[in-house]
């Protein structure tokens, strides 16, 4: 029996260590010289479910930079089942994940901002914050900022578009310059300013050309 207590307590420092694959053996071992040890089936049971779970873990670790997030969460979810060792292990994971999932999700709304998507970026953003406040400090100041700058930039595009209309070209053309200013990217500020610009420099032209001469009676 001594030989038995000996490998018993040897495996338990191998679990204790965060080996289990080694305690098992060792729990295994036991078995074979006193196969009725007090409490010994439960440690095998429990180290085949510590390897499960360590497995998922290590799958969940290989997933994570895939960017298949649910499937992680799926992952440890049932490894957190099965520890009863390594819970505040997983748990970090979990947060790993969380910050990778909203970190992907930060870029795609700055994709969608720098894209001149701003009604959904302003979106994104608001989704950001609702579900992870303390992660993107930044979000609510560019939430603020893109709301002020849509309605300055719809201002000066819809008194753009006011002055063209009144043949008002030159204060046209400034007021949708002024708008893409105010928020790069709003519509087809920019691309309006310019056709404007070309409009005016070509009107200016046509003005300074000198009157044709009639032929001399």
Known sequence: RSLAVRIFAKAQRLEEEGNYGAAKLEYVEVTLHEPGFEGIDAA??????????????????????????????????????????????????????????????????RDLEVQGEFELAIAGYKEILQEWPEGFEDAEVRISGLEEGLEAAAQSYGEAQKAEE???????????????????????????????????KADALKEAAPAPVGDNP
Request: net charge neutral; no cysteine.
């Open 44 to 109: 095998i049971a429990r180290m085949e479910r510590e390897l499960q779970s360590q497995e998922l873990r290590r799958l969940a670790e290989g997933v994570i930079p895939r960017g298949d997030y649910d499937a992680v969460d799926e992952l440890l979810d049932e490894a957190f089942e099965l520890t009863s060792l390594e819970k505040g292990r997983i748990s970090e994971l979990r947060a790993v994940n969380r910050k990778a999932r909203w970190s992907t999700r930060y870029e795609r709304v």
């Open 166 to 200: 009144d043949g008002k070209l030159e204060a046209a053309r400034a007021a949708y310059a002024t708008a893409d200013l105010l928020l790069p990217g709003y519509k087809d500020a920019a691309d309006q300013a310019i056709r404007l610009e070309r409009k005016l």
